[in-house]
């Protein structure tokens, strides 16, 4: 059992701040540092789908600690820039990425002019944004004409009990049906190219946390109270979640 599980139970008087998942260094720990399902690993996959030019300017809406921005540049030899609204996962992407560009900002007000970019990454990040809608026409419009879109993100294939909200603040208790998702991202002005259901990487990342911990009730010990802990493994594990890639086209 990893030795950051051992004392996960942080007991009834515990601080009951939101927790912000994916600011959590433990949960990199057990992922290997990029903090969703599929890791750097799906990254690699969609951009060789996308194919940009060596030299393209690609914008990481939701960059976090910069994984996905260092492996553009080492290996696609893109031009990267990294969107945040946490100063501290951007002080982690500068060390890691220096060579690229980082804002401060939301995916509803990309503080970027128009048609800036080749490719927009949005990994993990669209259902925290609040408004689906405003941030996909705001990655509509920083896009260049015949600019590509890459999603992942958690879905939801029926309605369930989501954990509270007040204590956790991640994509796991804002999924959507993916019949929404697609719906959004024609509705704001792309052409899907790919939707593809990669549910096996929610479920290898759920082992991965079992393994490590010996329980994801234990897992979730670590940011939670221990009853919070217990109701949200709960929830989750009855959850009908699923996970999606998909690319987008904005019209050249």
């Known amino acids: 059992m990893s030795a950051l599980c051992r004392n996960a139970d942080t007991g009834a008087g515990a601080e009951t701040a939101p927790v912000v998942l994916y600011e959590q260094e433990e949960l990199g720990a057990f992922t290997g540092g990029a903090l969703r399902p599929g890791g ?5 996959e969609l951009l060789r789908l996308c194919a940009f030019a060596p030299g393209s300017a690609v914008l990481d809406v939701g960059c976090g600690p910069g994984h996905s921005l260092a492996l553009m ?58 408004d689906i809608r405003a941030s996909l026409v705001e990655m509509h419009r920083v896009l260049r004409p015949g600019g590509q879109l890459i999603l992942t993100d958690i879905y939801c294939r029926k309605p369930w009990q989501r954990p509270d909200p007040a204590r ?4 796991l208790s804002h999924a959507r049906p993916l019949e929404t998702i697609a719906s959004e991202v024609t509705g704001a002005g792309f052409s899907l190219t790919l939707l593809r259901d990669r549910s096996e990487l929610l479920a290898q990342l759920a082992g991965q946390l079992i393994f490590s911990c010996g329980s994801l009730e234990r897992f979730w010990g670590l940011f939670l109270d221990a009853a919070t802990a217990r109701s949200t493994s709960c929830a989750l594990a009855a959850a009908p979640l699923g996970y999606y890639a998909l690319i987008a086209a904005k019209e050249p």
């Open 73 to 130: 540049a080492t290996e696609f030899g893109l031009r990267p820039e990294g969107l945040d609204p946490s100063a501290a996962m951007l002080a982690r992407a500068a060390r890691r990425a220096p060579s690229a560009v980082l804002h401060r900002g939301v995916a509803a007000a990309i503080p970027c002019a128009d048609g800036t970019f080749a490719g927009v990454v949005s990994e993990c990040v669209l259902s925290l944004t609040g």
């Open 40 to 44: 750097i690993g799906l990254t690699g």
């Open 168 to 171: 956790l603040h991640s994509c």
